[in-house]
């Protein structure tokens, strides 16, 4: 190897979500260590950030590219840059990167999956399902699981030997840097505001949360409730729906540029995902202070091990009810920040799986 190593990711970039906030954050921190590129699939808040960070960005957009024009900008991506190690998020950005490496530079290949699939696949999903599991056994070097819980669920696709943990991680100085009260606190500042962040999908369960909003506010009336619902997704009519028969109120906000501030501003977030492997927004939460309760799985699990008042075990309206009481009370302890799970200790575990692919 002569001069800096060099690193591309591929990304969706589709929407601003947890994993484009990893790849963000991720690159933004390493950038200073070594030679890193982004092919991105989709304009869009990511590429942006990645531009504004410094940070080489190309472009190969699937909403005006075929499939075959995207996959041979690939190629033609990875005779320019001349990457060392090629690193790949999420199905169809691992197989496009692969094999794309196995055409043109064969350097080593790495993925990260940032979660469980959240659907059992069918009919050209299930071809491209299959070509992913084939690609990450026989054509990447190494798979990172965000939690040691994904690992132990990628144990049934992917050989242990190839199989790594890597927390994601934050800067949690630059997450709680002017951080200002957002518009709906500032608006109402007397009620308390429980909000829910995420993808508006089935696993994300929006459902409960409605549901536990009407249990709250039936149950609690001496309270004055404001619950909000921060994202967007196909669920969204169904749950607008729902949460007007509820009469609970309930706010939809969509995308929110200004997330951490509705952090912030928050007395508690709740996430009663199914499934998750290791959320931002927990992390973010955790750094700005804001008591976040969760359904003990995945990542989150090993999150809050030493705080289990966040964990809930009863996965119902009922079972985060009784979680937001708790918190609203002010008795439980907010946790510091684990340094683990700073963008520090990321970036320096994913450069040593690097150097270790590359010098083997």
């Known amino acids: 190897m002569s001069g800096q190593l060099s690193v591309i990711h591929i990304a969706s970039g589709d929407r601003w979500a947890g994993a484009e906030v990893q790849v963000y954050t991720l690159l933004h921190q390493l950038k200073s260590q070594i030679n890193v590129a982004a092919i991105i699939l989709n304009e869009g808040e990511l590429s942006a950030k990645l531009r504004e960070a410094g940070v080489k960005t190309w472009v190969v957009d699937e909403s005006k590219l075929s499939a075959a024009q995207q996959f041979i900008g690939i190629c033609k991506i990875f005779r320019q840059f001349k990457p060392d190690i090629i690193h790949t998020h999420r199905q169809k950005e691992n197989i496009f990167g692969s094999i794309a490496n196995v055409l043109t530079l064969r350097r080593p290949c790495v993925r990260t999956v940032h979660g469980a699939p959240e659907f059992k696949p069918s009919g050209m999903g299930k071809v491209q399902s299959t070509l992913d599991k084939f690609c990450g056994n026989y054509l990447q070097k190494g798979i990172i699981a965000v939690s040691a819980d994904l690992k132990e669920k990628l ?105 951490r501030n509705c952090i912030h501003g928050l007395h508690a977030v709740v996430m009663p995902s199914d499934h998750e492997g290791l959320p931002m927004t927990a992390l973010e939460s955790l750094a700005i ?28 309206p009922e079972g985060y009810a009784e979680k937001v009481i708790q918190a609203i009370d002010g008795n439980s302890t907010l946790p510091g920040f684990p340094e683990e799970y700073t963008i520090t200790s990321t970036a320096a575990e994913t450069l040593g799986l690097y150097n270790n692919f590359f010098k083997n």
């Open 155 to 259: 144990l049934k696709t992917f050989p242990k030997g190839r199989l790594y943990v890597i927390n994601n991680g934050i800067s949690p100085g630059d997450v709680s840097h002017d951080i200002e009260q957002p518009d709906f606190k500032l608006n109402d500042p007397e009620a308390v505001h429980i909000g829910i962040i995420g993808r508006l999908d089935p696993v994300k369960r929006v459902d409960l949360f409605i549901d536990m909003a009407h249990l709250l506010v039936t149950t609690h009336k001496d309270i004055k409730w404001q619950f909000h619902i921060f994202g967007e997704g196909k669920l969204e009519t169904e749950m607008k729906m729902r949460a007007q028969a509820t009469k609970a109120p309930i706010i939809f906000h969509g995308h929110r540029m200004d997330i």
């Open 289 to 316: 202070g804001t008591r976040f309760i969760c359904h003990d799985v995945g990542g989150l699990s090993k999150l809050f091990e030493k705080q289990p008042e966040f964990l809930v075990q009863t996965h119902s």
